[in-house]
T-cell receptor, first 110, second 115 residues
Framework: GIQVEQSPPDLILQEGANSTLRCNFS?????LQWFHQNPWGQLINLFY???GTKQNGRLSATTVATERYSLLYISSSQTTDSGVYFC????????????FGKGTRLSVIA | GAVVSQHPSRVICKSGTSVKIECRSL??????MFWYRQFPKQSLMLMAT?????????EQGVEKDKFLINHASLTLSTLTVTSAHPEDSSFYIC???????????FGQGTRLTVV
């Protein structure tokens, strides 16, 4: 099956710093999403981005499907950004499940 | 976005008992829902695909007799962990989409502890 690799696995930032999280995938996809898992376990949808670039406030994401990677940018990080960020992809058309990467654990310190 | 609601959010049960977890699509109909499991500090792993009106499809290594899935209506899928054991303690989370090839939404998750 498809492999999803996220880097870095762990990241510690000073509040106010910027960061880039990367997601590489081993095959073509027609669905890619970024999530933030908060300390209570809930998955917060950040971006649905099978291709192109999107921005939402301090967050933005870019997916280059032809090169099989996606990037999540976090600018001016805040302590509330702490948590685990997951990239998940889906193959095939139709209602198919997502395959998750192992995540990037982000800690933002004041 | 679409709302997927999961209940209960947390449950503690004794070893050998069964626990039922509900996953509801609140503002849309979902013919297909997905159940994932997440162990501490690990990623989400797909357990099974729940199909309304038909049998669930289980991933390799997931015991279908232990993890019973029922998708009796277009807005409700249930996961029953039968004869639970401490190794079944985990975070269970469901997912659904409004339609194919669109954004997937997740429930709040259920943290199961078997003592």
């Amino acid at each position: 099956g498809i492999q999803v690799e996220q880097s870095p696995p762990d990241l510690i930032l000073q509040e106010g710093a910027n960061s880039t999280l990367r997601c590489n995938f081993s095959d073509s996809v027609n669905n890619l999403q970024w999530f933030h898992q908060n300390p209570w376990g809930q998955l917060i949808n950040l971006f649905y981005i099978p291709s192109g670039t999107k921005q939402n406030g301090r967050l933005s994401a870019t997916t280059v499907a032809t090169e099989r990677y996606s990037l999540l940018y976090i600018s001016s990080s805040q302590t509330t950004d702490s948590g685990v960020y997951f990239c998940a992809v889906g193959q095939n058309s139709g209602n198919t499940p997502l395959v998750f990467g192992k995540g990037t654990r982000l800690s933002v310190i004041a | 976005g679409a709302v997927v609601s999961q209940h209960p959010s947390r449950v503690i049960c004794k070893s050998g008992t069964s626990v039922k977890i509900e996953c509801r699509s609140l503002d849309f109909q979902a013919t297909t829902m997905f159940w994932y499991r997440q162990f501490p500090k690990q990623s989400l792993m797909l357990m099974a695909t729940s199909n309304e009106g038909s049998k669930a499809t289980y991933e390799q290594g997931v015991e279908k007799d232990k993890f019973l899935i029922n998708h009796a209506s277009l807005t409700l899928s249930t996961l029953t962990v039968t004869s639970a054991h401490p190794e079944d303690s985990s975070f269970y989370i469901c997912s659904a989409r409004l339609q194919a090839n669109t954004e997937a939404f997740f429930g709040q998750g259920t943290r199961l502890t078997v003592v």
